[in-house]
């Protein structure tokens, strides 16, 4: 079991450059989701997904799309970076409510820089 | 809309002392609360608080769920320098509501 994979680790882009952060579970969790991370914001939700085909906007959407295609990966796609986000980004997954309240299973984070 | 709120956000203790974290929520249909802890990678889960589990305990750390205050506290008893970190208290709600995290509260300690 891999448990939640991220790729890549650390990136520099310039801006207005696009790019792709990955994300893949092996768990069969139905729950993914997106977070970043800035120095005293704690985790803000960018979007997140209840299944493979739907996705839903979290608190700091704009500048993000997201798909979910599989039940296995969630990549979140940045459309032109701007330095506004800079951040640590993390994926996540667990099982929806109605398995249980599971704990939410974190991956190790890609480590963002807009130049 | 769903709110976690924790405190304080920043705490620095002596090794050995006694704390107390704060978590209170405003969240439709809770259905369960979870406390994380994050050095300096992913947050680590430790502990989730349901109404049929109002109370857990790991070693010298323990949590209880007040569900008519809508709030939990994380103590950790005998604190240790690898205690420092950030704790992350989360809520989910109800349906397919996502889970929300509070802004977390540093625990610094030193010894």
């Known amino acids: 079991n891999a448990g939640v994979t991220q790729t890549p680790k650390f990136q520099v882009l310039k801006t207005g450059q696009s790019m792709t952060l990955q994300c893949a579970q092996d768990m069969n969790h139905e729950y993914m989701s997106w977070y970043r991370q800035d120095p005293g914001m704690g985790l803000r939700l960018i979007h997140y997904s209840v299944g493979a085909g739907i996705t839903d906007q979290g608190e700091v959407p704009n500048g993000y799309n997201v798909s979910r295609s599989t039940t296995e990966d969630f990549p979140l796609r940045l459309l032109s970076a701007a330095p506004s986000q800079t951040s640590v980004y993390f994926c996540?997954?667990?099982?929806?409510?109605?398995?249980?309240?599971?704990?939410?299973?974190f991956g190790p984070g890609t480590r963002l820089t807009v130049l | 809309e769903d709110k976690v709120v924790q405190s304080p956000l920043s705490l620095v203790v002596h090794e050995g002392d006694t704390v107390t974290l704060n978590c209170s929520y405003e969240?439709?249909?809770?259905?369960?609360l979870l406390w994380y802890k994050q050095e300096k990678k992913a947050p680590t889960f430790l502990f989730m608080l349901t109404s049929s589990g109002i109370e857990k305990k790991s070693g010298r750390l323990s949590s209880i769920l007040d569900k008519k205050e809508l709030s939990s506290i994380l103590n950790i008893t005998a604190t240790q320098t690898g205690d420092s970190a950030i704790y992350l208290c989360a809520v989910w709600g109800s349906g397919n509501t996502p889970l929300v995290f509070g802004k977390g509260t540093r625990l610094s300690v030193i010894a």
């Open positions: 996540a997954s667990s099982y929806i409510l109605d398995r249980g309240y599971n704990e939410q299973f």
């Open positions: 969240v439709t249909n809770f259905r369960s």
